[in-house]
């Protein structure tokens, strides 16, 4: 059942080693009492995606200033994420969903992405407000298509 605005946000623990050298375990809880922006997005190193994350990564004091912090979602990796970010300048973290458990609870499995590769996370974001009820949410059918980065400001913003 796909998840709508008004929803509780789904609970998760995913391992991360960026923005820390150390692998740690980032859980959606961790952030209570502040806004989250989850992105999801297909895979690290290929071009719509890392167009995505940077643009975010570049806002990342402006979502801090409304009280936002934002989490990175895909089935990458954690060494795959830690070189993405390395060499893209990333500065939020980028979390691993590995075994799919995730992008299963937020419904956002993309079936088919390229090359025969099967199930990895759509381009999806969701903010949840501080008390973890979802207030924004956009899920592009089309891998190759942005989220509305504007819109997702906006809504960050009226929280």
Not at 15 to 34: H, M, R, V
Not at 47 to 64: H, K, L, P, R, W
Not at 131 to 149: A, C, H, M, R
């Amino acid at each position: 059942m796909a998840l709508k605005v008004g929803d509780k946000a789904p609970e998760f623990t995913l391992p991360s080693f960026t923005p820390s050298a150390d692998l740690e375990q980032i859980s959606l809880n961790n952030y209570k009492g502040k806004n989250v922006v989850l992105l999801f997005f297909p895979q690290a190193f290929t071009g719509v995606c890392t167009t995505e994350i940077c643009t975010m990564s570049d806002n990342f004091n402006a979502y801090q200033g409304m009280n936002a912090e934002m989490l990175g979602i895909s089935v990458d990796g954690t060494f795959v994420q830690r070189a993405f970010a390395e060499k893209n300048g990333i500065k939020i973290p980028l979390l691993s969903d590995f075994n799919k458990q995730v992008i299963r609870l937020y419904d956002v499995v993309q079936p088919e992405f390229a090359h025969g590769q099967k199930e990895t996370a759509q381009r999806a974001v969701f903010l949840i407000d501080k008390d973890g009820v979802i207030k924004y949410l956009e899920v592009t059918e089309n891998p190759g298509v942005q989220v509305n980065f504007d819109a997702l400001k906006n809504a960050a913003a009226g929280l």
